[in-house]
């Protein structure tokens, strides 16, 4: 199940001034440290996330909080790489309810600078299950993804890092889209193993179809590298960042093509499907 708000209880003191610092220059607006500086899981190169909830001047807000975490920096070495997402109040205040999604997480696991200026979580009044914003988003994103790896496969044959790549982010996003609907905590990670054996480990969602999928889709998509648990790489998950920079010299061949775009799609599609049944939606609900 979800986990309690207020998770940050160990904050890095230095992103933590600097967001403190940003504050002062952010107006109305909210700032909001979140990720791994916030809840203390941080590595000396990791970077610092900013979140900017707007009630107004969205774009001069965003300029004004950068211009001033560079001035504290500049300031105050050493310097943090800055990840900042800004986002207008209405939309975090809708979005926030839902544990998994972005604004949900900001809520619930970072720092938030002013609380009073965004109030209590209200209660939704759509008719759509807490989990619904990040559900919705993340079949969107599937849609997108899968709708671009399809074209490139068809139409280039030889850009496989660029078709691997949104075929890794179909998966991702539907098993995400999944993991909220069944109400299970997922970490910003791009790991689909260990997103898929949250999945497979609970006991409500591993007798489903979609988990005989995905048991289908981890086993095509593992290889050996040694003996032990620790030798088994999935080499889907590289296409999100090894082979998204530096390709592969590894070529598939016209039936390995469609073997790839069948599978991802097919078992994309079920993991959707499955988010629906667990919300109780449909397709025409991603168009409200």
Same mark, same amino acid.
């Given at each position: 199940m979800f986990g309690n708000k207020n998770k940050a209880v160990n904050p890095d003191p230095h992103a933590l001034a600097a967001a403190t610092f940003a504050q002062q220059f952010a107006g109305p607006n909210t700032v909001i440290l979140f990720g791994s500086r916030a809840t203390g899981g941080h590595r000396p190169e990791s970077d610092m996330d900013v979140m900017l909830v707007c009630k107004n001047r969205g774009a001069t807000a965003e300029r004004d909080v950068n211009l001033a975490l560079k001035r504290y920096f500049d300031q105050n070495p050493p310097v943090l790489n800055v990840q900042l997402l800004a986002i207008s109040e209405e939309r975090f205040n809708y979005c926030r309810r839902a544990p998994n999604h972005v604004a949900g997480q900001a809520w619930r696991l970072g720092v938030v600078m002013c609380p009073e200026n965004l109030g209590d979580v209200q209660e939704p009044h759509?008719?759509?299950?807490?989990?619904?914003?990040?559900?919705?988003? @993340?079949?969107?994103?599937?849609? @997108?993804? &899968?709708?671009?790896? $399809?074209?490139?496969?068809?139409?280039? !044959?030889?850009?496989?890092?660029?078709?691997?790549?949104?075929?890794?982010?179909? %998966?991702?996003?539907? %098993?995400?889209?999944?993991?909220?609907?069944?109400?299970?905590?997922?970490?910003?990670?791009?790991?689909?193993?260990?997103?898929?054996?949250?999945? &497979?480990?609970?006991?409500?969602?591993?007798?489903?179809?979609?988990?005989?999928?995905?048991?289908? &889709?981890?086993?095509?998509?593992?290889?050996?590298?040694?003996?032990?648990?620790?030798?088994? %790489?999935?080499?889907?998950?590289?296409?999100?960042?090894?082979? @998204?920079?530096?390709? $592969?010299?590894? @070529?598939?061949?016209?039936?390995?093509?469609?073997?790839?775009?069948?599978? %991802?799609?097919?078992?994309?599609?079920?993991?959707?499907?499955?988010?629906?049944?667990?919300?109780? $939606?449909? !397709?025409?609900? &991603?168009?409200?």
């Open positions: 759509d008719g759509y299950p807490d989990s619904w914003p990040d559900v919705k988003q @993340r079949i969107l994103t599937t849609q @997108r993804n &899968l709708r671009s790896m $399809t074209a490139l496969a068809q139409h280039e !044959p030889e850009d496989q890092a660029s078709y691997g790549f949104h075929g890794h982010q179909a %998966i991702e996003n539907s %098993i995400k889209a999944w993991m909220s609907a069944a109400e299970l905590e997922y970490r910003s990670v791009h790991d689909l193993q260990e997103l898929a054996d949250s999945l &497979l480990s609970n006991p409500y969602e591993s007798t489903t179809l979609a988990a005989e999928l995905l048991l289908e &889709l981890m086993e095509y998509t593992s290889y050996t590298e040694s003996e032990g648990p620790a030798g088994s %790489i999935n080499w889907l998950n590289k296409y999100a960042v090894t082979y @998204r920079y530096g390709d $592969t010299e590894y @070529r598939m061949s016209p039936a390995d093509q469609v073997r790839f775009v069948t599978l %991802i799609s097919r078992s994309a599609f079920a993991f959707m499907e499955r988010a629906h049944q667990l919300t109780g $939606t449909a !397709p025409a609900d &991603l168009e409200e």
